[in-house]
């Protein structure tokens, strides 16, 4: 599939999931430890616990579990009991959660005091939307692609409805790569539309003191994906690139 048509079924699952994962609240404080979850990017479950660490503005350390790949999922049965997911762990409360709902409710309760909003909350009208992404990219992020054993986990900057980012994930997760995701969802009207293409006519400046801020001050501006990988000290943009980094350095 061409990389036009890959973003333009990314724009239609994220339009189809109504742009959850986009926005995220201004201040959320950040747990001293990162949070992990066993994720299958194509997952219609997985998909709601990180729209929810989107809106969140949570970070965690994603291990990929892709159909196909036993090690992973007998590490995931080792922990949890169970081949499924997602699933969750917390070490700032020892907590290990199964299941989209317990974990989103989880999440919601810990870390906003709230209960989960009515737009990311289960039902059959959101679970079916979330099928729908899936087939929209065709089952991508599903299946495990045979690659190369990684040393180091890589570090992806992204927002959960992000269309490019989207595929990166998707890449990572097929090849078994483990990543800490870096949640910069958009925090202002400033921050809507494309990098080169803000919704505002002053200078575009991120809030201050947050994720976006630190992100700016590093590389001049905000945008997403933004891959770094440890093992090669690389560091890049743009979507095309990545994925061809990605099948160039880890397909086996
Ligand atoms: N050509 C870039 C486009 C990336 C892009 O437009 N990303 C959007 C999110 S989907 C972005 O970073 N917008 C600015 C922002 O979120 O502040 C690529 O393929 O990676």
Redesign the pocket.
């Known amino acids: 599939m061409s ?1 036009s048509v890959d ?1 333009l079924t990314s724009v239609l699952a994220s339009t189809v999931r109504s742009w959850r994962g986009t926005s995220t609240k201004r201040k959320t404080p950040e747990p001293e430890m990162l949070l992990t979850l066993y994720d299958r990017e194509g997952c219609p479950d997985c998909r709601f616990v990180r729209e929810a660490l989107t809106e969140l503005n949570l970070d965690v350390n994603i291990v990929p579990c892709p159909e196909g790949n036993k090690e992973a999922v007998a590490e995931l049965k080792k922990i949890s009991g169970t081949p499924l997911v997602p699933f969750l762990t917390d070490p700032n409360t020892k907590k290990q959660i199964s299941g989209q709902d317990s974990i989103v409710s989880y999440l919601f309760k810990e870390y906003r005091g709230t209960s989960v909003p009515s737009k990311l909350s289960s039902g059959i009208r959101n679970a079916i939307a979330s099928r729908i992404a899936t087939t929209l990219r065709n089952g991508s992020g599903i299946q495990y692609h045979l690659a190369k054993p990684v040393a180091e986990p890589l570090t992806l900057y992204s ?1 959960e ?5 989207r595929l990166v994930r998707e890449r990572l997760c097929e090849y078994g790569i483990p990543y800490t995701l870096i949640n ?1 969802g ?1 925090q202002q009207r400033a ?6 293409f ?1 919704m505002t006519l002053k200078e575009y400046k ?1 809030l201050p003191n947050s994720k ?1 801020d630190t992100f700016f001050k590093q590389h001049g ?5 933004f891959l770094i990988d440890p093992n090669t000290e690389l560091e890049l ?6 994925l061809d980094y990605l099948d160039n350095t880890y397909a086996a």
């Open positions: 990389h973003v927002f409805s992000s269309p490019y980012t910069l958009k921050d809507m539309g494309p990098a080169n803000r991120p976006r501006n905000v945008q997403v994906p943009f743009e979507s095309k690139q990545i």
